[in-house]
């Protein structure tokens, strides 16, 4: 009986410090990749940035550079925010 007590928090820590949060992130990330639309800017978990030319049900078609990629759409990592920084120097 002690044990389980001692063991009943440790199961909420382990819940409230790792699997909930990834599951969060899992959520967005999906949101994420459902609202891709042509002419949005990504960056996949490979590193490469392009534009999104055509969107499929799984996968995208991306040009980057002059060439043209066909991508999963669950490789997209995030989009590209392109707006310039301001530099204060």
């Known amino acids: 009986m002690n044990s389980m007590i001692l063991f009943g928090p440790l199961i909420l820590i382990f819940y409230f410090l790792i699997l909930?949060?990834?599951?969060?992130?899992?959520?967005?990330?999906?949101?994420?990749?459902?609202?891709?639309?042509?002419?949005?800017?990504?960056?996949?978990?490979?590193?490469?940035?392009?534009?999104?030319?055509?969107?499929?049900?799984?996968?995208?078609?991306?040009?980057?550079?002059?060439s043209e990629l066909k991508i999963a759409r669950a490789m997209v990592a995030a989009k590209h925010d392109v707006t310039p920084a301001n530099d204060a120097g």
């Open 20 to 66: 909930r949060p990834q599951s969060q992130q899992a959520k967005k990330h999906k949101a994420m990749v459902a609202e891709l639309k042509r002419g949005d800017e990504i960056i996949t978990r490979g590193g490469l940035i392009g534009k999104i030319k055509k969107v499929n049900d799984d996968e995208i078609i991306i040009t980057s550079g002059q």
